[in-house]
């Protein structure tokens, strides 16, 4: 690991043990400290990709590289909205996932993914992109609906001290935030499956290659998952527990593909 | 100059005592002029709230002050209530810095029957502007009223003796807010007609919540929501009424349970398990505790809301501990302020009576020496002055060190006897804060901080309100 990369890793570390002790016991200080560190791995954390990228190591190049863009696109969508809407409580969750993303990244060996941009084209190109900003839009609703579960257990058993504490994040904003997050998401990966399905298919006529694949079936499962979410949200009024756990599911099956699409690069 | 109090509060006098006792709004102004034309008292500001009653004067000698003071309101209550109250012992004195003190954490809501309550700064700040107002309040009152009002929003500022609600209603509100991010437009109903959901609603109200009320009695019902003004659900379609609700407060006189499991099954099919949260204050418990299984369903009993209450009042308390270890320091902060503050007058004092010796022995010297050029008087009055100067050097430095010392005040009288030196002009009202700019950001301040908790001691200050000038 370089030395930003350490920067990254430290700060999102850091950030992450002082999240996990605001969820025990939240403080404005804790809070305060964790979101500078977060800011900063934020900040390092842009640059190093843009190092990369002159080295030609651009988010599409690789596997590695794509989990590189993701952690920070998560990172920079939980700082947005632990500012405007004071989800510090939800650090605990958005922080270590963005860390164990970069973690991965940096530990596989080299990639050995489609290349440079002009190897991909500009379709596989945009396919990547849009691939990636659908993960972490459905990752960070994961988050937010992984911080309505806390929320709402603690209602339910009436652990009233820690929310007296300021832990505590209304529901209906959370159940709100989720929401948008895999209605804007949602359209996004699905260009990506679109365009994903027709780069494939160019490739699989070029290369001989096969159409069928397990992270293409699983991508395609959760893309069918967050679409019956929309409708029954729209639909039948489906919120709160139930719309939760459709999410956190949802979101385990994409970043699933995702992994599996870091292997086969890496093999 | 020497700060006095003199006064009774719920430390010292149960509330039959001080309901007989109130100073009323009309009668203060009375009060400070009478206090006035006692010869010990230069100063005074009447502080007259439903929890106290506190005459605070300046005076040259704090002890004979008091004991006019202390006196003077003997005689006026026992005139008031026929002297048989015994009001000698409910009284208590301070002088000097215990004090300034006892002013610090009066204004800073530390002596406040609800610790960090807040509406005793405005009632202080309104004392305080009144005795302006009637030229009551000189320069030592001026000093140490304003600096009060600053430690008291430092305080609310920096400590947490304000930030969570103590009332049951307040809590209310603020456990709703766990499930709704904000009130506006959201539909509250309230089923019976108990005075605290009656609070809770009008908690709930003022943040823009829709309130209707349903009652078994349709005439309470009725009456209710005259006083509140809302809308009137019948008893009879409570199962709907429960289903457009967000929030329900329930507080009937039922000995058993009106909402239980099948109807709150019923009423989460037709909304869509959409959240519900109920506040329950009835004892007898007008909600089963077995919804608590249902999706969607949030309830908190009296028990619930009592121990978040208890807990937040606990906190409170030690937040409290904190803001007295401020009230200390800034204490410490202002009496050497004080100290300094009236060494320059006197240093002024004793450089003007010796350089204006030294130029009058000067112009003696010229006149009998006779014939000086104008060169050889300007270097026999620059001699002059500079031997004044010479000799007031050590007793200046020795005046300023000494100012922010304990004996400073000795100090002083010891400067004023030896030299010679004639009374220092007081100084005019230190007003920097109590002007519209402060006061504009205190309203600002207050009303931040009782939104911002959800109400905070909404209620509190409601009743407060009422009862603020009795």
């Known amino acids: 690991m370089d030395a930003l990369t350490v920067i990254v890793v430290s700060s999102y570390a850091l950030a992450s043990v002082l999240y996990f002790a605001y969820h025990a016991a939240p403080g404005a200080a804790l809070a305060r400290t964790a979101r500078l560190l977060l800011a900063l791995g934020f900040v390092v954390q842009i640059v190093d990709i843009a190092l990369h990228c002159l080295r030609g190591a651009h988010p599409a190049s690789s596997g590695a590289e794509a989990l590189v863009f993701i952690a920070w696109l998560m990172a920079g969508g939980y700082l947005i909205a632990t500012v405007r809407y004071r989800l510090e409580a939800g650090g605990a969750f958005a922080v270590p996932a963005a860390l164990v993303l970069l973690l991965l990244a940096r530990v596989v060996p080299a990639a050995s993914g489609p290349g440079s941009p002009a190897a991909i084209g500009t379709l596989g190109l945009v396919h990547v992109f849009l691939a990636m900003l659908g993960v972490a839009l459905f990752a960070l609703a994961a988050v937010i609906e992984g911080l309505y579960l806390v929320q709402e257990r603690r209602l339910k058993r009436k652990e009233l001290g820690r929310l007296r504490a300021g832990g505590g994040v209304p529901l209906d904003l959370l159940d709100r935030l989720a929401a948008r997050c895999v209605s804007v998401g949602f359209p996004v990966f699905t260009l990506a499956i679109v365009t994903g399905t027709v780069w494939i298919a160019r490739l699989g006529v070029l290369r001989g290659g096969g159409m069928v694949r397990p992270e293409y079936v699983l991508a395609v499962a959760s893309w069918v998952a967050f679409g019956v979410l929309l409708v029954a949200r729209a639909g039948a009024g489906w919120q709160g527990r139930r719309a939760a756990w459709l999410t956190v599911g949802g979101v385990f099956g994409v970043l699933l593909a995702a992994l599996g699409y870091v292997i086969r690069t890496v093999a | ?470």
């Open chain 2, 1 to 470: 100059m020497e700060l006095c109090l003199i006064g009774l509060s719920h430390r010292t006098a149960p509330l039959a005592i001080r309901e007989r006792l109130a100073v009323l709004s009309g009668e203060v102004e009375p009060l400070l002029r009478a206090l006035l034309t006692l010869p010990e008292v230069t100063e005074a500001v009447v502080i007259s709230t439903c929890n106290r009653v506190e005459v605070y004067v300046a005076s040259a000698d704090g002890a004979a002050a008091s004991s006019a003071v202390r006196d003077h309101l003997r005689q006026r209550f026992d005139e008031q209530v026929g002297g048989e109250l015994g009001v000698e012992r409910h009284l208590y004195e301070r002088v000097g810095r215990t004090a300034a003190h006892h002013l610090f954490r009066v204004t800073a809501s530390l002596d406040s029957l609800v610790v960090g309550e807040p509406q005793i700064l405005g009632q202080v700040k309104e004392a305080f502007d009144l005795a302006i107002r009637m030229g009551t309040a000189g320069p030592l009152l001026g000093f140490f009223f304003p600096r009060a009002f600053r430690v008291a929003r430092k305080i609310r500022r920096d400590t947490g003796i304000a930030r969570q609600p103590t009332s049951v209603s307040s809590v209310a509100v603020e456990l709703a807010r766990q499930v709704w991010s904000g009130f506006e437009g959201r539909r509250v109903l309230l089923v019976g007609a108990g005075k605290m959901a009656d609070l809770a609603a009008r908690a709930l109200r003022a943040h823009g919540a829709t309130v209707a009320v349903t009652n078994r009695t349709a005439a309470r019902a009725e009456e209710l929501a005259a006083r509140l003004g809302c809308e009137v659900s019948p008893f009879g379609e409570l199962e709907h009424a429960l289903t457009r609700a967000d929030i329900v407060v329930t507080s009937t006189g039922a000995r058993q349970p009106i909402m239980g499991p099948v109807l709150l099954e019923r009423v989460q099919k037709s909304r869509r398990k959409r959240p519900l949260v109920l506040i329950d204050i009835a004892v007898p418990r007008d909600v089963d505790p077995a919804v608590d299984d249902l999706e969607g369903i949030y309830r908190w009993d009296i028990d619930d809301l009592q121990h978040v209450a208890a807990q937040n009042l606990e906190d409170r308390q030690q937040e409290a501990d904190r803001a007295e270890a401020l009230v200390e320091e800034e204490l410490s902060r202002c009496l050497s302020a004080q100290r300094s503050r009236a060494v320059g007058p006197t240093i002024t004092a004793l450089r003007a009576r010796y350089l204006g010796v030294a130029r009058t022995e000067a112009e003696k010297a010229a006149t009998a020496a006779g014939g000086l050029d104008e060169r050889s008087r300007r270097a026999l009055f620059a001699a002059a002055e500079a031997i004044a100067a010479k000799l007031l050097h050590a007793p200046q430095v020795a005046l300023k060190k000494g100012s922010g010392s304990d004996e400073a005040e000795a100090l002083l009288a010891a400067a004023h006897a030896l030299f010679d030196l004639p009374a220092v002009e007081p100084l005019v009202p230190d007003r920097e804060d109590a002007d519209a700019g402060d006061e504009a950001e205190e309203e600002r301040m207050l009303a931040a901080t009782s939104s911002s908790r959800g109400g905070g001691a909404s209620d509190e200050a409601e009743v407060s309100k009422k009862a603020s000038r009795w």
